[in-house]
């Protein structure tokens, strides 16, 4: 059985935190005693001193009330003095609505409390996304405060169907969540599995992405992230608006995407601000990037080792040439600076950044150098490995980034092993990993794998807006149809 809402209890309970704060008040106008329970630090005190404390002590219509019930009825009708403000009466509800950040007048006689809702958090203001970078179109990003990121996504879906549900998750933390979608248009099966799986979370703490992602991806085992988060509101809109699920945790500064297809990874906002001619040349650049990135220096390993015949007669010569004097194989030049890559990288992420951009600047250029002209690397090794790094920061999403630097080092070890029949077994393993996975009953290559034409049109090219006439039939099965002529038929 739940234990009742009482002050002396609740005071008892926090004893020995010195930021909880559960006080009494007696109001002299009626004789009537109640405490006030809050958290220092987390509430705006200034509007509870002067919006609801101060309000009470003048209010003459007060007197009419003898019992804490008619106060309450009161304070919850005509003498309201906050517009979020409710009457609870469990105790774990309270507990966690005031370690949230909202005010509590606890009743002791009727075992029930008011809860107002006036929390105020130290957060940043909004600024322009740091990891999605804006020149043509809107420059807000999210923030940690949960609230203010569903106002970001509210203030431009102004539709009645959206709904923004509230859930928590963590025993300790209670981290609350918002699922978010538009409930005329999004897949509620789909819905209700990411709520169930939300719900069933067992942990007690939400401290880091990862602790969410883990429980929402299908396949685990996959190096390529099959949840998308953004950190631009327009992006979330326009995703909700095409039949997918947002995700918002409060303290995260940015919004979950659920399905999550790999074209979607491939994708910016920056490609729809654009024409869709320059739109279109972005994609397939980022595409040839991402082909570049994984399989150049594993060809290169595979070209030098084992079949030179391939490489046109100048270029072998020069290669040779240039190797004549490195005492190490093609394969150990390049998995070794792989690895000195991968090193550079993290360690301008650990490093502040001024250092960390003089460290990547000293190891990328003079220490490159000096192993040039000390004969330890050759120099067509350090161009190759070069371009691949290169390549792998045009891809957008940092997940997909991350997912394919590991793979291009699996995929130059085994061109390493086995030459090209080695790096074919490879490429072969990685389509059907990739045609293998599945994200809430759509295919991660989905629309590549689709018979649905109209899909089509925002993949590997950027149509023209007309042409998208129709949301994605896996992810919307009904309520398909976006657009529509002044005859009121599709386009």
Request: hydrophobic content about 45%.
């Amino acid at each position: 059985m739940e234990q009742k809402i009482n002050s002396n209890s609740i005071k008892e309970l926090f004893a020995q935190s010195g930021d909880v704060l559960v006080r009494p008040i007696k109001l002299n106008q009626t004789g009537i005693t109640f405490s006030i329970f809050c958290v220092d630090g987390l509430i705006n005190s200034d509007l509870v001193d002067q919006a609801i404390l101060q309000a009470l002590y003048s209010d003459p219509y007060l007197i009419k009330c003898t019992t804490q019930r008619q106060f309450m009825d009161y304070l919850l009708g005509a003498g309201a003095y906050h517009v979020f403000t409710k009457e609870e009466a469990e105790y774990s509800k309270l507990i966690k609505y005031v370690l949230s950040g909202m005010v509590a007048f606890l009743f002791d006689e009727e075992e029930k409390a008011i809860v107002y809702d006036i929390r105020m958090f130290e957060k940043r203001s909004i600024s322009e996304p740091s990891e999605e970078a804006v020149i043509k179109g809107s420059k807000d990003s999210f923030v940690e405060v949960m609230r203010i990121n569903t106002a970001l996504i509210r203030r431009r879906v102004r539709s009645e169907h959206l709904v923004v549900e509230s859930l928590s998750v963590g025993k300790l933390s209670k981290t609350d969540l918002s699922l978010i979608y538009i409930s005329d248009i999004a897949n509620m099966d789909t819905v209700n599995k990411i709520r169930d799986l939300i719900t069933d979370i067992d942990i007690d703490n939400l401290s880091t992405p990862a602790f969410i992602e883990e429980f929402l991806v299908e396949n685990k085992k996959s190096l390529f992230p099959q949840i998308m988060f953004s950190q631009r509101p327009d992006r979330i809109a326009a995703n909700l608006t095409d039949g997918r699920i947002a995700l918002a945790v409060d303290g995260f500064p940015f919004v979950y995407l659920l399905p999550c297809q790999l074209p979607m990874l491939m994708q910016s906002p920056e490609d729809y601000a654009n024409h869709f001619y320059v739109g279109s040349a972005l994609r397939m650049l980022r595409y040839i990037a991402m082909v570049i990135t994984l399989f150049l220096p594993a060809f290169y390993i595979a070209a030098t080792t084992y079949q030179n015949q391939m490489l046109p007669v100048q270029l072998a010569l020069s290669t040779q040439a240039a190797k004549q004097n490195v005492p190490f194989s093609s394969s150990s030049e390049v998995l070794g600076l792989l690895l000195a890559f991968e090193i550079l990288i993290e360690a301008g992420l650990r490093l502040p950044k001024t250092i960390g951009t003089a460290m990547s600047i000293l190891g990328g250029i003079v220490v490159g150098q000096a192993a040039v002209s000390a004969n330890i690397l050759s120099p067509l090794v350090v161009v190759i490995v070069s371009l691949a790094g290169i390549a792998g920061f045009i891809v957008p999403n940092q997940d997909l980034s991350s997912g394919i630097r590991v793979v291009r080092f699996i995929l130059a070890v085994v061109a390493a092993t086995g030459g090209f029949f080695g790096l074919a077994i490879g490429l072969i393993i990685l389509l059907t990993h990739l045609c293998s996975l599945d994200n809430y009953g759509v295919a991660y290559l989905s629309p590549f794998v689709d018979i649905d034409e109209s899909n089509h049109k925002d993949t590997l090219f950027r149509f023209p807006i007309s042409y998208f006439t129709k949301r994605p039939q896996k992810i919307v099965p009904k309520n398909r149809i976006k657009q529509t002529n002044e005859e009121g038929k599709e386009v």
